[in-house]
Structures are given as structure tokens and as C-alpha cells.
């Protein structure tokens, strides 16, 4: 289960990178991935308390800069 957890977390992170600029919904995501929108919440969630992503208003969800 781990194992699928870091996949899908690879998965949105990719998605992420590949549009940059552009506001990126969870349903959004859920959609091209193929998961639900709750798995989506609870990945990016993983990811935004390891500092990978952030949640910007009006602007959706985005990587966070290395250092920054």
C-alpha cells in the first residue's frame, strides 16, 4: 500500500510539473490520473506536509521551489 501511496504521489507531482502556470484543480488531477478525488486530497495533502506542493489562492496547486 506504501508503495502505491509514493506512486501516486509521483503521478501528481508529474502532472504538477507538466502544467506549470495554470490553475490545477484536484478533480483535475483525479481525472487524468484516474483515482478519486479523495485519494488526490490525501496525496497532496502528503505532499504539502513533506513541502513539496503548496495551495495557492486563485492559483490551485503548485511545486514548491527547492530552498525557497
Not at 502532472?15 to 490553475?23: E, I, R, S, T, V
Not at 478519486?36 to 486563485?58: A, F, G, N, P
Amino acid at each position: 500500500m506504501r508503495q502505491s501511496a509514493q506512486i501516486r504521489q509521483q503521478e501528481i507531482l508529474e502532472y504538477l510539473a507538466q502544467h506549470q502556470g495554470q490553475k490545477i484543480r484536484q478533480r483535475e488531477i483525479a481525472e487524468q490520473i484516474q483515482v478519486s478525488q479523495q485519494i488526490v486530497s490525501r496525496r497532496l495533502r502528503e505532499l504539502m506536509d513533506k513541502s513539496l506542493v503548496k495551495y495557492v489562492r486563485r492559483k490551485g496547486y503548485q511545486i514548491c521551489r527547492v530552498g525557497a
